[in-house]
């Protein structure tokens, strides 16, 4: 596949699945219209439609494996490789880091780092992904909104983002980790009220109603342990 994961070996049959969260296509996004702040006034009719629109999208991409079931055990089999290293190190099983995982707080970021890397994945050099295959094949299914939330998560890729400035409850200003390159403005209400200038963000960046803003996997690190990720990222391109 084609991805910032690189898969190695086949699934097993006693693996198990991180369980996805009930709630996980009302988290996956919060749409830059729906981001308001005791600033920003009330949700519109039209926002609350988008929103909509864009829960249920996500809820058909979850339960969709294809025209044919291509993608049917794939997010099994890219879970136990993005699981293999940590346990590892740990001394776990994947077994027992699958436990943990779905037992803490971090459950619904850890599954949407996962789906959305699986979502947007091209495996064994396809075509397409998921997303793109979905958007072809049952696209007319959904709203406006749902359409292009997809489009623009099918293009979305996992990146660093550097915090310039934050705007708590509202938004933060972000740019590509490691560059001085012009600040864009992404719309985040939860987020920006722990978030600092200077941390960095290991997220996909999606511009939605026209406002970037990130999807459900987003994962904040110290300058420190991103100069240490950054580093090892460019140990692995240099293989």
Request: glycine share 8%; hydrophobic share 35%; charged share 25%.
């Amino acid at each position: 596949m084609t991805s910032c994961v690189k898969l190695a070996g086949q699934r097993t049959d006693n693996a198990r699945t991180l369980e996805q969260p009930d709630d996980y296509h009302r988290t996956i996004f919060i749409t830059p219209t729906f981001h308001h702040s005791k600033r920003q006034g009330t949700p519109t009719m039209s926002d609350r439609k988008a929103r909509r629109e864009i829960d249920k999208a996500i809820k058909h991409l979850i339960q969709y494996t294809g025209p044919n079931g291509e993608w049917e055990g794939l997010l099994e089999e890219l879970k136990s490789e993005m699981f293999a290293t940590p346990s590892r190190v740990l001394g776990w099983s994947i077994d027992e880091l699958d436990d943990l995982i779905n037992e803490s707080p971090y459950q619904p970021m850890a599954f949407g780092f996962l789906f959305e890397e699986y979502a947007t994945a091209r495996w064994d050099d396809a075509p397409k992904s998921l997303a793109e295959a979905y958007l072809e094949h049952r696209g007319w299914r959904e709203g406006t909104a749902g359409r292009a939330f997809l489009r623009a998560l099918a293009e979305s890729a996992l990146r660093l983002w550097e915090v310039v400035e934050v705007t708590p409850g509202s938004h933060v200003d972000i740019r590509p980790y490691g560059t001085q390159e012009k600040p864009l403005r992404a719309y985040e209400q939860l987020g920006s009220e722990s978030l600092r200038p200077w941390d960095v963000l290991a997220a996909r960046l999606i511009k939605v109603n026209g406002k970037w803003g990130f999807t459900g996997g987003m994962l904040p690190l110290t300058p420190e342990l991103a100069m240490r990720v950054q580093s090892t990222l460019d140990n692995v391109v240099e293989e």
